[in-house]
């Protein structure tokens, strides 16, 4: 089996990371890695793994392992992606990939001097309706992909404790952390890069950056993508509530998933196909299985690449700057 350490044991290693490690086949965790005492003791005490510290340099030193994952917060994936890459281990880093594209360019250029893996967790890889639509697309069910368009407009009653809505929004807010992963799924659906962004958000105090954007992308084959996300939609109401729609247009049909009613909906130029996909999780699963591949194989299976990270950042930063630019 192949040996892991997790870094940073907060709410997406306590309902993602750990429990697929502990459950997969392929996988055995080596130790974690956790500032927070409390935190700390408790995964400790529900995982055992052989090795508990706080600071991430005694898990390297101490842990056997073949890759860690980073899931602090992203003003620290820098440095301890760059440290793991630089001990010969492999990496998985949850997104955003860093808090600036020098740091992100700097993580890639690691990974390439150390010869080792570096993939970026994007959810657009890994949710099961993500992968059928890329798999729609490659089958050439809709024949040229002319427009993309992803929607992701939620509540923010999830974020507990309210620190956490306090840290997202200081580095950069929903085009950064939600964002980021429509930016990347752009990429992956049209095959192509981006030209030209605009965007304009929404700004309400006391923060710097908008709650609320609508991005419009002008794609390197000629393809266009809008991405809107927020934090605003049904932030103060009774019952929480989500806009969630992802639609791929072609020349010879359409591709449409409806967050609400969980139907994927294939337009074809002789049948309308209509699927129930009910499975919102984040693939967990997927995502470990393929790392565990990309390691025998040597080359990335089905995971997003630093390069791929670096260039939905690059997106991700210049939508949010365009927000700043027409708010001025």
Known sequence: MLRIGVIGCGVVSGYGHLPTIQSSQRWKLAGI???????????????????????YRELL???????????THADSHHEIAIAALERGLHVLCEKPMASSLDQCR???????????????????????VMREIKRLIDAGTVG??????????????????PERL???MRNGGPIIDSGVHFFEGAR??????????????VFLPPYEHPQHVVSTCQMSGGAVALI?????????????????????????????????TRDLRVYSTTT????????????????YDQFAESIVSGKLQALASGEDGLKATVAAYQALDATHSRAR
Request: charged share 25%; with cysteine; hydrophobic share 40%.
């Open 33 to 55: 890695a956790e500032v927070h005492t409390p935190r700390r003791e408790e995964i400790a005490a529900q995982y055992k793994p052989p090795v508990a510290v706080a600071d």
């Open 272 to 287: 309308t196909e209509i699927r129930k996909f009910e499975d919102l999780g984040k693939g967990f699963d997927f995502v």
């Open 228 to 260: 809107e996300v927020g934090w605003l939609y049904c932030k103060k109401t009774k019952d929480r509530g989500m806009l969630l729609n992802y639609d791929v247009i072609g020349d010879d049909g359409t591709i449409s998933y409806d967050g609400e």
């Open 144 to 161: 040229s992909v002319r427009a993309v368009r992803f929607v992701y407009d939620w509540h923010a009653h999830q974020w507990q404790p």
């Open 166 to 168: 306090e840290n997202f």
């Open 61 to 71: 030193d101490a842990a056997s392992m073949d890759a860690v994952v980073v899931a």
């Open 188 to 201: 992956w659906f049209t095959g192509q890069d981006f030209t030209r962004i605009h965007a304009n958000g």
């Open 106 to 128: 700097a993580m890639v250029d690691a990974s390439r001097r150390a010869n080792k893996l570096l993939a970026i967790n994007f959810n657009t890889r890994s949710v099961a």
